[in-house]
């Protein structure tokens, strides 16, 4: 009797293991990727502007920049910045224009789809003139005006 009791009780907490790891990973959270390394280009920039905004009397830039993907699905777009050693003469500074592509198998849009970043630029370097933004495909510039 004793050992019928055992098994029954052995049962019921696997039952019991078993229900809570379905339920577990049933409805846990999915979390998007943010690896820096699995962006990519944006197929294309369309458009580069700059706008000037003053914050308690500093000058604070937005770099806006619009472009295409290829698919739907893209998220999380950002502006890269290159790094320079000695500031570009032109004073012209290099961003990449980087999204999360679709994960793979994801049902997407099929089609060019547009795309949008905004990318503060705070304390300025001396002889700032604008920006240049990379894509897979072209690049563009957006001067201060």
């Not at 098994?7 to 696997?14: E, I």
């Not at 003469?89 to 980087?98: H, N, P, Q, V």
């Not at 604008?130 to 957006?142: K, L, Y």
Request: aromatic letters at 10%; proline letters at 10%; hydrophobic letters at 40%.
């Amino acid at each position: 009797m004793k050992y019928l009791s055992a098994v029954k009780l052995s049962c019921a907490f696997l039952l019991l293991l078993i229900t809570t790891a379905n339920a577990q990973s049933e409805y846990s959270p999915q979390i998007l990727p943010t690896d820096p390394g699995s962006a990519q280009l944006v197929y294309s920039v369309d458009a580069v502007e700059i706008q000037t905004i003053t914050i308690d009397n500093d000058g604070r830039v937005l770099v806006i920049a619009r472009g295409q993907v290829p698919t739907g699905g893209w998220h999380s777009p950002r502006l890269e910045p290159w790094y320079y050693i000695v500031p570009p003469a032109d004073g012209i500074y290099d961003f990449d224009f980087m999204a999360i592509p679709p994960d793979p198998g994801q049902i997407v849009i099929q089609g060019f789809q547009p795309i949008t970043v905004v990318y503060p630029l705070f304390d300025l370097p001396e002889g700032f003139a604008g920006v240049r933004v990379h894509a897979r495909t072209n690049s563009m510039e957006g001067t201060l005006e």
